[in-house]
Structures are given as structure tokens and as C-alpha cells.
């Protein structure tokens, strides 16, 4: 077959790192001449990029490939699944024609070639100790097009949190230089978009391999300057990185949202030393960042039932988010994953007991948020103008809001604005998470 008459889906999963990835991967492919279609029924290859964070991604994964074999779509497997249970998979899914683990991917365009020149070839390209290298000459095909676009600044992880398989399935931490960022920044607000979205699996650290210490605030700084950028958010920090400069950085560049996306995991001492986490006065660093950074959003995401948490421990968790009041909160049940220091942990907490907990910080929060929400009626607050549906519906995110993950603004408005613009929204009322307003 000619590379222009294959056709090529691809179905991802996981997280806007994954993302990055799968766009990645259909640039390099459309580069070398392969047809991509959004239409995985029409597609002689199906690509499925995987997540493996968790096991209810797992299954979510898992769940295509069966669906595309049982199609018989000739399928190559691609991203953290693979790369975490290589043999298993091979033996679980003979049909697979292909395997990419999370290093390789910019060897898709030759793992294609080779599958469709020999119908029966097998291969693999999963390195047992991989290190993540951004393949700068890719053009992304983007997925999802709009007001905004995430940007991978590094990848990999240096740490060891206990829950955590990330490191093993990643690598060692690797960033980007700064003008490749820059530079894709800058083609991105060519295209229309008017925010980007920082993403590694941990933000602060970077450039701490390339230039021997942290340099997220020089790269605001740089990213500050583009003419055509309206928003820059970053999200995925980690708190023992998220030092006075950057701190001082957020508040003085007019570009960088006041939204701080910083994963505490857990507030008791004990809990933290125990998922070999900081352990640190997280109240005085909540303090320091409001006073700091006027009109702050603060989101952040929690683990109950790691092994060993008591009781007493979770009420301290319950009253820290009680007090801090935090803009937005994700709480998740501990997963135990194969392969990190967690799994093989005593006391391991009851299923039972890890819902309890989380509904009821859940609750807790959504009572917050709805109070916090309640403020901003009457108020005016800057929104990015996301999409108008065909009935005429306006939706916006405000600068409160990271995409995919927080809430939305519905406004009324005799306008149609236009997607992408940052307008100015009068808040006449709220539910627990969402805002409504008009223009």
C-alpha cells in the first residue's frame, strides 16, 4: 500500500501530557505522508495511546484495544502500557501489530512503514530504561483545536513519591530548551490560540537538568513577552519547588494567570514522610501565595487510604482543607500499583474506608466551592471565550478555570463573541462549581 492511501486513527487516553504525545505521533505520520482520519471505522491502523497512572486507566485502555481487535483494525499499541507490562501485553493481545514504549515514539513513522510492508511483522520499540527526548522538528496535528493548547515543557520525574509508578514508565527528568518553547508558543498564537497550558509531570523542576537549577520563572518571563498571547497557566507544581521567585514571578507577569495548580497530596507530616512526599508548613506557603499573588485560584488534589492513614490522620487532612479553603480540590482513593514502594506496604486501607473518606471531603469541598462561587456574583472576572453551541450558547472558562479539569461560565449575552477572546463577564449567579454570567 502507497503511505497515502493508508489511513491512520488514533484513540488516546490519559492525561494532557498523553495528548501531547498522540500529537506528536499524527505530526510525525502526516509529515511522512500518511492519511490521518478522526474516523477510527474508516482507519487501516488504529493507534492506541495508553495511560497506565492508574487501574481505572488501565481498564479504560484496555477497553479500546479489545474494542479495535474484536474491529479488526490492525493496531499498534503505544504509550505507558506497553511500556509497563511489555510481556504481558504482547501475550494478552497477539494481534497487536506494533508496541511503542513512552521514548520511542518518534519512531512511528518507521514502526508503520515496516507493519504495513510485512503483514505478519511484530515490532517493538519499548526501552527498558527510557529517557523522554522531545522531538522538536515534529509539527503536532493537533486533536483538539480552540481557544487553548497545552505545551509540554519537560517530561520524566527525578522523584520517588510512594504511590507512584510515573518515574519507572517515564524516566529521568528532561526539559526542553527554552526558545523550542518559545518558538512553539509563538506558532500556536498563529494559530488562534490565545492561552497555552504549561504541562510536565512536574513543572517547577524545570530546566534543572539543562541549566543546572529551576528555571520555570525565566520561561514565564520569556513567554511573557509574545505580543499574540493572552493567558499562560501552568499546571502539575510541586510545593517544596514553588520558591520566591516564582512566586514573585506569577504576580508580576500580566500574562500568567493567577491560578496555581499545586498536587499537596496530603497534609498530615506522618502521611507525607510515609509517600515519601515534602514535608513542609503548607499553611504558611497557602498564606505567603495569597498575599503574594492578589486573587490567587488555588487548585490541588488529595490521596486518602494511602497505607497507614488513621483516622486521625484523615480528620487532619478533613480540617487543613476545612481551613484552607482552596478553589479547587480533587480528592482520589489510593490506588495500589504494582512496582511502587506503596504496594507492598501493611496496612492497607478497606475499600469501604477509602470511599468514606473521599466522599466526605468531597462534600466538604463542594461546599466550599459553592461558597467561594457565591462571592463572585455581581462581580466582573476575565473569561476565555471556549466555544458558541448552535443554539446560540456562549461558554467561557475564567482565569479561574484550567481546561478539562475545573468549571465553566454559561453567558448570556445578545453577542456572539468569538472563540478565543478574553472578555470581561458580569456574574449574575452560580452553582457548586459553574458560574453564569453576561456580557
Not at 493508508?6 to 505520520?29: Q, R, W
Not at 490522620?313 to 482520589?332: N, S
Amino acid at each position: 500500500m502507497k503511505k497515502g492511501s493508508i489511513k491512520i486513527a488514533l484513540i488516546n487516553h490519559g492525561c494532557a501530557k498523553n495528548l501531547v504525545d498522540s500529537e506528536l505521533m499524527l505530526g510525525i505520520l502526516a509529515q511522512n505522508g500518511y492519511d490521518i482520519t478522526l474516523d477510527d471505522e474508516k482507519a487501516d491502523i488504529v493507534i492506541i495511546n495508553t495511560c497506565s497512572f492508574i487501574h481505572d486507566a488501565e481498564k479504560e485502555s484496555v477497553h479500546s484495544i479489545i474494542d479495535m481487535v474484536n474491529k479488526g483494525k490492525k493496531i499498534i499499541i503505544t504509550g505507558c502500557l506497553p511500556q509497563k507490562y511489555k510481556e504481558e501485553l504482547k501475550k494478552a493481545v497477539p494481534e497487536a501489530a506494533a508496541m511503542i514504549g513512552t521514548s520511542e515514539i518518534a519512531k512511528i513513522a518507521g514502526v508503520v512503514k515496516e507493519i504495513t510492508g510485512n503483514s505478519s511483522k511484530y515490532i517493538c520499540e519499548i526501552s527498558d530504561n527510557p529517557v523522554f527526548k522531545y522531538p522538536e522538528t515534529a509539527q503536532r496535528q493537533q486533536i483538539t483545536v480552540g481557544a487553548s493548547s497545552y505545551i509540554k515543557i519537560a517530561d520524566g520525574c527525578n522523584y520517588k513519591c510512594g504511590y507512584c509508578v510515573i518515574p519507572q514508565l517515564r524516566g529521568p527528568y528532561s526539559s526542553r530548551p527554552i526558545e523550542n518553547i518559545v518558538e512553539e508558543a509563538k506558532m500556536l498564537t498563529q494559530k488562534g490560540v490565545s492561552e497555552i497550558v504549561l504541562i510536565a509531570q512536574d513543572t517547577t523542576g524545570y530546566g534543572i537538568d539543562l541549566y543546572k537549577k529551576p528555571s520555570l520563572a525565566k520561561l514565564l518571563k520569556e513567554l511573557n513577552k509574545i505580543d499574540d498571547l493572552d493567558w499562560i497557566r501552568v499546571m502539575y507544581t510541586y510545593p517544596s519547588m514553588f520558591d520566591d521567585e516564582l512566586i514573585d514571578t506569577f504576580a508580576s507577569c500580566e500574562k500568567v494567570v493567577k491560578y496555581v495548580d499545586i498536587p499537596l497530596q496530603h497534609s498530615h507530616p506522618e502521611m507525607l514522610r510515609a509517600m515519601k512526599r515534602p514535608v513542609m508548613d503548607y499553611r504558611r506557603f497557602i498564606e505567603k501565595l495569597r498575599r503574594k499573588v492578589p486573587d490567587v485560584a488555588i487548585r490541588t488534589t488529595f490521596i486518602v487510604g494511602y497505607p497507614g492513614e488513621t483516622e486521625e490522620m484523615f480528620e487532619d487532612l478533613y480540617e487543613f482543607t476545612k481551613w484552607a479553603k482552596f478553589d479547587k480540590m480533587g480528592a482520589f482513593e489510593f490506588s495500589r500499583e504494582k512496582n511502587t514502594y506503596a504496594y507492598s506496604l501493611p496496612e492497607q486501607i478497606p475499600a469501604k474506608i477509602k470511599k468514606q473518606r473521599r466522599n466526605r471531603l468531597m462534600k466538604l469541598q463542594k461546599q466550599i466551592s459553592k461558597q467561594i462561587n457565591e462571592t463572585f456574583i455581581g462581580k466582573q472576572i476575565s473569561c476565555i471565550i471556549e466555544s458558541v453551541t448552535s443554539d446560540g450558547q456562549v461558554i467561557a472558562r475564567s482565569y479561574r478555570d484550567a481546561p478539562e479539569v475545573d468549571g465553566l461560565v454559561y453567558i448570556q449575552t445578545d453577542e456572539i463573541p468569538v472563540p478565543g477572546d478574553i472578555e470581561t463577564v458580569t456574574i449574575i449567579g452560580c452553582d457548586d462549581y459553574d458560574l453564569y454570567g453576561q456580557l
